[in-house]
């Protein structure tokens, strides 16, 4: 059973940082793409930020100049450092996985980490 485990949320001021982290673990044999993604109250989940298999990094134009997004493939790990946050950044963070099992790619979520920007 594959399992992703977020860490690093929390609270933060207005222009302040955070990192998040996700760790993937258990029994697989490639992870294909990571991302982040958000859940504020009353809203949908929205991606913020992914990492194909090839290296190439999205961004939503929301978070872009702000946030990055890094994945160490060694480690099955990926990390989101996220600078200058502002109260719209408040949400639910959860990293995502898409991992190839039996020739098909499977997604999974993590339990995700609140981030909550206020004054």
């Known amino acids: 059973q594959v399992q992703l485990v977020e860490s690093g949320g929390g609270s933060v001021q207005p222009g302040g940082s955070l990192r998040l982290s996700c760790a993937a673990s258990?029994?697989?044999?490639?992870?294909?793409?990571m991302g982040w993604w958000r859940q504020a109250p009353g809203k949908e989940r929205a991606l913020v930020g992914i990492v194909l298999s090839s290296g190439t990094t999205n961004y939503a134009d929301s978070v872009k100049g702000r946030f990055t997004i890094s994945r160490d493939n060694t480690k099955n790990t990926l990390s989101l450092q996220m600078r200058s946050l502002r109260p719209e950044d408040t949400a639910v963070y959860y990293c995502?996985?898409?991992?190839?099992?039996?020739?098909?790619?499977?997604?999974?979520w993590g339990q995700g980490t609140q981030v909550t920007v206020s004054s």
């Open positions: 995502n996985a898409y991992i190839e099992e039996r020739g098909r790619a499977v997604s999974y």
């Open positions: 258990g029994i697989f044999a490639k992870i294909i793409n």
